[in-house]
């Protein structure tokens, strides 16, 4: 498990375009995607990442899609290339996320339930996020919104960040490393920096109260010791660099 992270810890999972898609999806397609979005918007919008991506190749019948269907995601530019805004989702937070959810549950089993290989070729495979499943397991639990997990509207997500940010800052953690540790840890992040806050007004020292707050947190997952310093180190240890 420890290799297979380190092989996706930063892996880009897209959710309208995917890896695998070797021509923009068809506005069928396009609708059940943005159902999907329109899933993950309302319980873990914070892992999603907002892009625009272009396309050079446009074929005849994907202009037509474009110029019919005022609710197709994508676009004709001006310089005739296909347009559109994607949001993709990392896999790491994902499963910390889902575990959040169902602490019963092992990080392995939900990796083989949410997360495929696919074989580039003998020596190398890429991995992804299973929307469709994801969205399914979703749906199945019923876990409710995000804004009614922290009791705040979650419309502009940076916004809501900041608020939190506000309560914490002095601490003196970057604004940035705070986004970044909402990104990994979701709603998590707020009672993180609650416990750092308090560390903080006992110790002054902003680095040791961080550090303790979430190796405090991370080790509440019921996962292997070496995948949690694998995550500490991957992941935690670069966002609390930034000064």
């Known amino acids: 498990m420890v290799n297979e992270i380190l092989k996706w810890c930063d892996t880009r999972s897209y959710l309208i375009v995917r890896c695998n898609d070797e021509n923009i999806p068809s506005t069928k397609i ?16 914070y892992l999603l990442h907002e892009e625009k991506r272009e396309n050079k190749t446009l ?38 996320a889902l575990m959040r959810k169902q602490p019963e549950v092992s990080f392995q089993k939900l990796s083989d339930e949410i997360i495929e290989k696919r074989d580039i070729d003998v020596n190398s495979c890429e991995y992804a996020i299973n929307f469709h499943r994801l969205s399914s397991y979703i749906q199945t639990y019923e876990w409710g919104s995000f804004e009614d997990l922290v009791h705040r509207k979650a419309n502009d997500l940076l916004e809501l960040i900041d608020y939190f940010y506000d309560e914490i800052k002095m601490t003196h953690i970057h604004p940035k490393a705070y986004q970044a540790l909402f990104h990994l840890f979701g709603e998590a992040t707020i009672d993180i920096g609650y416990a750092a806050f308090d560390l903080y007004n006992q110790t002054r020292n902003s680095e040791t109260a961080w550090q303790e707050a979430i190796k405090t947190h991370l080790w509440t997952y019921h996962i292997d010791e070496l995948l949690k310093e694998t995550i500490w180190t991957m992941k935690v240890a670069p966002i609390l660099e930034y000064n």
């Open 59 to 96: 074929n005849l019948s994907v202009f037509r899609r474009l110029v019919t269907n005022s609710n197709y995601s994508f676009a004709k530019s001006k310089k005739g290339t296909t347009v559109w805004i994607d949001y993709w989702i990392e896999i790491l937070p994902l499963l910390l």
């Open 30 to 45: 396009d609708e059940k995607r943005r159902g999907q979005l329109a899933i993950l918007k309302d319980v873990f919008p």
